[in-house]
């Protein structure tokens, strides 16, 4: 039957629960009613050729709950006078609720409506705009209303978001929450209490609270420049410290090289070098290094995987760092370790600006699949014997670059 049915009916109604407008209508905008819905009626050729499906039919939409048809006088020229359903209404929204078995859900809103209007009348805008996403909200609805006003009263505090002191309110449920609170913040703060700049992404930076230091790790690979008694140079500290680490007198002037790499393997097994020091790189962010003016003025050396994504790290370390130079990611070091291939699950595609001419090439070597489907080449798989004469090279005097071997003894091993 192509004729509208009680089951086409009732998908109308859903879609506008759907669509917010039913809640809509509670807040007191959007839809009025009786509202009119679509139907699709027998022609009157269907009249006369299909006239006991259309009787069928008419009874089905009378034995229909919840609608009212308005029918329609007919003469027909074989059948005479009959009533014909021309249109089909819904009376009262509380119908619609009824229809779709949402009166609990209706009754939360309204409690939720009432309460806004009680407490922050000034967020009605945002809860008829967006009527689902505020019933979704109906259970923590008066602990978000506790944190705006709290908010509102302590603008930017300078705080870490677990000292905010709230009943019945922990940093958990900030965190979780903070979509929505940062879409009313927006709205109710002043524009200075609200950082839309750089870092304005973060909801701790935005709205003025402190944020858990970056940290970076870091070795020493020189025992010469000691920071701690001991064989372990390796350190964790916050981003700020790592600024000012070449202002430590240890370390003044005795750090000419720094490498940077991803794996942390390789990080622990880089060996002794003179005037050097490693990185625990962090992937796609080097947004930290930034700030260290310091790296600007020694060697950086970048070591990452041979596919597309390590390319790409080291576009975007070069926006940082423009004078750092790879190592091991060259064609020489892929074609030489061809039994450890592997294969990159989702390779870069987009244009990298900051790369040399070698690298340039072979990265869009790795584009075309000259050798291999999505080949990749990690650096962990590099033979080591490999890292350290690529390393050797770096080196302007060989005898600087020494591996502790404890089996002989910590008698210096020089790498050529």
């Known amino acids: 039957m192509d004729w509208t049915?009680?089951?086409?009916?009732?998908?109308?109604?859903?879609?506008?629960?759907?669509?917010?407008?039913?809640?809509?209508?509670l807040a007191g905008e959007g839809l009025s009613f009786p509202h009119r819905l679509r139907?699709?009626?027998?022609?009157r050729r269907e009249l006369t050729e299909r006239f006991d499906e259309v009787r069928r039919w008419i009874a089905m939409l009378q034995e229909a709950r919840r609608f009212r048809l308005e029918m329609q006088s007919i003469q027909h020229r074989v059948l005479g006078k009959n009533l014909i359903p021309q249109a089909v209404w819904?009376?009262?929204?509380?119908?619609?609720?009824?229809?779709?078995?949402?009166?609990?859900?209706?009754?939360s809103f309204a409690a939720l409506l009432e309460l806004t209007r009680s407490r922050r009348s000034d967020l009605l805008p945002w809860v008829r705009q967006y009527p689902l996403k505020a019933l979704a909200l109906a259970a923590p609805w008066s602990r978000l209303l506790d944190v705006v006003e709290w908010m509102l009263k302590h603008p930017r505090p300078g705080i870490y978001l677990r000292q905010v002191d709230i009943p019945g309110v922990h940093s958990k449920f900030i965190e979780t929450h903070r979509g929505t609170l940062g879409a009313w913040l927006d709205r109710l703060l002043p524009s200075e209490a609200v950082e839309r700049r750089g870092g304005g992404e973060s909801f701790a930076l935005r709205y003025g609270f402190?944020?858990?230091?970056?940290?970076?790790?870091?070795?020493l690979l020189d025992s010469a420049s000691?920071?701690?008694?001991?064989?372990?140079q390796d350190f964790s500290v916050?981003?700020?410290?790592?600024?000012e680490l070449a202002a430590e007198p240890r370390l003044r002037g005795k750090v000419r090289r720094v490498f940077i790499t991803e794996n942390e393997i390789n990080f622990l097994a880089l060996p002794a070098l003179s005037e050097s020091l490693a990185v625990f790189g962090a992937g796609y962010g080097f947004d930290v290094l930034a700030d260290v003016s310091w790296l600007r003025d020694v060697s950086v050396y970048y070591w990452g995987d041979i596919d597309t994504h390590g390319f790409a790290i080291l576009d975007q370390l070069r926006a940082q760092l423009p004078h750092a130079q790879s190592i091991l990611m060259d064609r020489e070091t892929l074609l030489a370790h061809r039994p450890f291939w592997g294969e990159e699950a989702e390779p870069q595609r987009r244009e990298l600006s900051r790369l040399t001419e070698a690298e340039q090439e072979?990265?869009?070597?790795?584009?075309?699949?000259?050798?291999?489907?999505?080949?990749?080449?990690?650096?962990?798989?590099?033979?080591?014997?490999?890292?350290?004469?690529?390393?050797?090279?770096?080196?302007?005097?060989?005898?600087?670059?020494?591996?502790?071997?404890?089996?002989?003894?910590?008698?210096p091993v020089v790498i050529f």
Request: glycine share 6%; net charge positive; proline share 4%.
């Open 5 to 25: 049915d009680p089951r086409d009916l009732r998908r109308q109604v859903q879609k506008l629960w759907d669509r917010g407008i039913l809640l809509k209508c």
């Open 39 to 43: 139907l699709q009626a027998p022609s």
């Open 90 to 107: 819904i009376d009262r929204v509380e119908d619609a609720l009824a229809l779709l078995g949402k009166q609990r859900e209706a009754a």
């Open 210 to 219: 402190l944020e858990k230091p970056q940290r970076l790790r870091f070795r």
């Open 226 to 232: 000691a920071l701690l008694p001991g064989a372990s």
């Open 238 to 243: 916050t981003a700020e410290s790592f600024c």
């Open 362 to 411: 072979l990265y869009g070597e790795l584009r075309a699949q000259r050798w291999a489907v999505n080949l990749r080449l990690e650096q962990e798989r590099i033979g080591f014997g490999w890292v350290k004469n690529s390393l050797g090279k770096i080196m302007r005097d060989p005898r600087s670059l020494r591996i502790t071997d404890e089996s002989s003894q910590n008698t």
